[in-house]
């Protein structure tokens, strides 16, 4: 079951990103900024979701890091929107994500006990392995403003470090 929602998790949340690749390559730092803000608050709903439903302490302290740090990010990336005077611009890839989360929150929603916290471990690792990699190897690259790409930068490491702390709850669980 880990192992199908884990492949799950990283097949919709690339979904159109492989198959689009060029075209997300071509978008702009205002549509980058909606699609990492998106990809934020979805994990802060991943986590209000554990902690309604698990009652495992690491899931806690997991989902509380993944809503400070993901309010954090986003909370900096409106201040330097509103600095730069500008607003992120929604699009088809930020669309499809939140309509991805919908079905995952629905899979780990009938879930409960040990099934919920290896589930919702093995999507978070998944996740973050998939929005890792496509800020780094397609959004920071394609980023022309020096601060949006630094604003990026930072997340990515943060993010990073929570990829870790996921992968570690997957193996903790197993």
């Known amino acids: 079951m880990n192992k199908l929602l884990s492949s799950l998790a990283f097949v919709i949340a690339l979904t159109g990103a492989q198959a689009s690749a060029q075209d997300l390559a071509d978008m702009s730092d205002l549509e980058y900024a909606h699609i990492a803000y998106t990809a934020d608050n979805i994990d802060i709903r991943y986590a209000h979701l554990a902690l309604a439903l698990s009652s495992n302490p690491a899931i806690h302290d997991f989902a509380n890091t993944m809503i400070r740090d993901h309010t954090a990010v986003n909370e900096a990336a409106l201040g330097l929107l509103d600095k730069l005077g500008a607003t992120a611009q929604d699009n088809a890839f930020s669309q ?65 470090a929570h990829e870790g702390h996921a992968e570690m709850m997957v193996e903790a669980l197993k």
């Not at 998944?126 to 604003?151: K, S, W």
């Open 96 to 160: 499809t994500l939140n309509a991805n989360a919908e079905g995952i929150i629905d899979t780990l929603s009938a879930l409960r006990g040990a099934e919920f916290d290896a589930a919702y471990a093995a999507n978070e690792l998944a996740y973050h392995q998939a929005v890792n990699e496509l800020v780094e190897n397609t959004m920071i690259p394609n980023i022309d403003n020096a601060e949006v790409r630094a604003l990026f930068s930072q997340g990515l490491e943060i993010f990073q």
